[in-house]
């Protein structure tokens, strides 16, 4: 199933310009041998029965289940385990980051026999979330390298605070308050000067005020007022972008292009124009070729799906009420010590596990199934002896993925990352900011002169994450490049003086700032972000075929390639595998990771949609 969390983020700025907007574990213990143990993650108790296969199903099964997906069902292994519990099960998780680590933290509670190995490539783990603290004249600060806060929304941000309170960190979180200048205050450099976007808070009669006169939102009124008596799109279209898909919804490309391109430089650091709308804007996509306008079928925007509900039931209660109070008066949150504390606490949390190893620095060589064992063989450059798993769940990118598995998966070699430097600056100055904030995107349409170092944006760090540093002054990060270095090579990619020079470029002609930094960081992340291009849902409707086939359901994917980028994202697609991977749903340990892509996302509403009454039974 698509996700949500990035059309939300993009959309709830559209729709802020149109009308207001109403703002609406038990605790682990360790048994002697170190063992984790919990309760299960399932509200229902699944059917116990006697003793099956590792499989899973009985025998008869198994070899109708190989033959189905075009493998010899091979020789079962005599081992036996009661369903659920995991035990004598090898398990392998590829890749080090946080889809891996929130996969073996789920495996631990789900599946507190098996055994689970981690292999990263690097010396160190936690992937993306990479938070340094440094030290300055008046105390210390926190640079993100990568992402600095969560949004805790609704279903998905869930799982997160699942993690979180099972780990005891909610005496840790720290939380920006929607009434804050750094929920309430963001802007879009356009054309030449920072344009605030408008807020409920500040009163209707200014929001109407600035849509109708910000040069950034030029064609919004028309645009959505007449979205619903535009044409529908040709039915056998199987999928476009984003950009050509708002285009043709709203009349013109103004609003695309100032705006929405902002948008999408924010979250994937990508072209409209090539990010798709069936994969990022699912239920747009849906509602247009189901009523032929997304108005009409504005009604049913905020149902929830059928998972989703099961979610919120499964974790609504369970996360206390402390914590959901403040996740409700919350815009975004991060940790004490930034997000790594949230990587560094899932770590610490899987080495006190005697069933948990860690391999570091070891490159996967290849993947491949054995169809004797039933089993995944797995080869480093390190070990090439192979060593067999009853499963394997990768968190790697998916070209990656499909690199160490030859050429079995050939779809995911296609989908494309971009790369990002990140410049994050501290300056000893608390007020040098000309406004408060969150921070500011740069749209595709601005004048190459205003942006010749092809600048995505600039977060103002002191106001979107309150309360991470005790030193004052001003911290900034200048983010740099994603789609627009996609010819560059290793060779063209800017250095470290170069980055700060670039970023420093920025603040001048951007924010009238020459001050000279006290503190610097540099990070060029290289392939960091993946690219839901035109077609990308059908990319995974192939490998999830190719998977099952290849791999006969051994081989599970997650991460930030499939099912969406944001740590939410990543997270929720940890623990729906691992739960797929327990309770018997889809066969018992045979599962690809992307049982949901292409399914609705478009929940009808028990009122018609622009008629308000009730649809005609069928």
């Known amino acids: ?18 009308f207001p907007v109403r703002h609406k574990a038990v605790q682990q213990r360790r048994l002697g041998t170190g063992i984790l143990r919990s309760r299960s993650l399932h509200t229902t108790i699944p059917c116990r029965h006697p003793r099956l296969q590792k499989s899973g199903i009985s025998g008869h099964d198994v070899n109708s289940r190989a033959k189905a997906i075009g493998t010899s069902s091979g020789s079962q292994s005599a081992a036996t385990a009661p369903i659920g519990t995991g035990e004598d099960y090898n398990i392998a998780i590829i890749g080090g980051g946080v889809s891996g680590l929130a996969s073996a933290h789920y495996l ?3 599946l507190p026999y098996a055994k689970v190995t981690i292999y990263e490539a690097s010396d160190r783990l936690g992937g993306w979330l990479n938070s340094k603290k440094v030290n300055v004249g008046n105390g210390t600060i926190v640079f993100e390298q990568g992402p ?12 997160t605070l699942d993690v979180v309170k099972t780990l005891g960190l909610e005496s840790d979180v720290l939380t920006t308050s929607k009434n804050s200048a750094g929920a309430i205050n963001r802007y879009i450099y356009y054309p030449d000067r920072l344009c605030e976007l408008p807020h409920p808070s500040v009163g209707v009669w200014n929001v109407l005020w600035t849509i109708l006169t910000s040069p950034v939102l030029k064609g919004a009124v028309s645009g959505f007022l007449f979205e619903k008596s535009r044409p529908r799109r040709q039915m056998n279209l199987e999928d ?5 898909f708002l285009t043709r919804r709203l009349g013109s490309s103004d609003i695309v292009d100032n705006l929405a391109s902002a948008g999408l430089h924010g979250i994937y650091a990508g072209d409209i124009y090539q990010l798709s709308a069936k994969s990022l804007m699912p239920w747009f996509w849906e509602a247009e070729g189901k009523y032929g306008s997304c108005w009409d079928a504005y009604a049913s925007y905020n149902i929830p799906t059928k998972k989703d509900r099961q979610l919120v039931k499964d974790l609504g209660n369970k996360l206390g009420h402390p914590l959901t109070e403040r996740m409700r008066e919350a815009s975004v949150y991060t940790f004490k010590g930034g997000l790594g504390t949230f990587a560094n606490a899932m770590v610490t949390d899987l080495r006190q596990n005697p069933q948990v190893e860690f391999k570091l620095e070891q490159n996967i060589r290849s993947l491949d199934y054995d169809s004797e064992a039933d089993a995944i063989s797995v080869r480093t450059t390190e070990n090439p002896e192979p060593v067999l798993y009853d499963h394997v769940i990768s968190g790697i990118g998916a ?23 990140v410049v994050n600056l501290f300056f000893d100055n608390p007020d040098l900011l000309p406004v408060e904030g969150f921070g500011y995107l740069i749209p595709r349409s ?21 309360g991470v540093d005790s030193a004052q002054g001003t911290k900034v990060t200048v983010m740099l490049g994603g789609h627009w270095w996609d010819d560059f090579s290793g060779s063209e990619y800017p250095d470290e003086e170069e980055g700060v020079h670039m970023a420093r470029a920025i603040l001048k002609r951007h924010l009238n700032i020459d001050a000279e930094p006290e503190k610097v960081l540099v990070g060029l992340h290289r392939e960091c972000i ?10 995974l409707i192939t490998a999830r075929d190719d998977l099952m086939r290849e791999f006969s359901g051994r081989l599970s994917v997650v991460g930030s390639s499939y099912t969406g980028v944001g740590l939410n994202d990543c997270v929720r697609a940890a ?44």
């Not at 990035?6 to 709830?12: A, I, K, Q, V, Y």
């Open 1 to 18: 199933m698509p996700s949500r969390l990035s059309e939300h983020s993009l959309t709830t700025a559209l729709k802020q310009c149109t």
């Open 108 to 110: 631990t509670r789900e």
């Open 148 to 159: 600095r806060t969560i949004r805790p929304v609704r279903p998905t941000g869930l799982a």
């Open 240 to 244: 476009e972008s984003i950009g050509s």
């Open 399 to 421: 070209a990656k993925l499909a690199k160490v598995t030859g050429e079995k998966l050939p779809s995911l070699a296609t989908i494309h990352s971009v790369t990002v430097m």
């Open 446 to 466: 601005i004048a190459f002169e205003q942006n010749p170092e092809r600048a995505l944006g600039v977060i103002f760090d002191s106001y979107s994450s309150e």
């Open 530 to 539: 993946p690219q839901y291009n035109v077609g990308h849902q059908q990319k």
């Open 575 to 618: 623990r729906d595998t691992v739960l797929a991977l327990g309770d018997g749903t889809n066969g018992l340990w045979r599962i690809t990771g992307l049982e949901d892509i292409g399914k609705p996302v478009l929940v009808e509403s028990p009122v018609a949609p622009g008629s308000f009454q009730r649809p005609p039974s069928r």
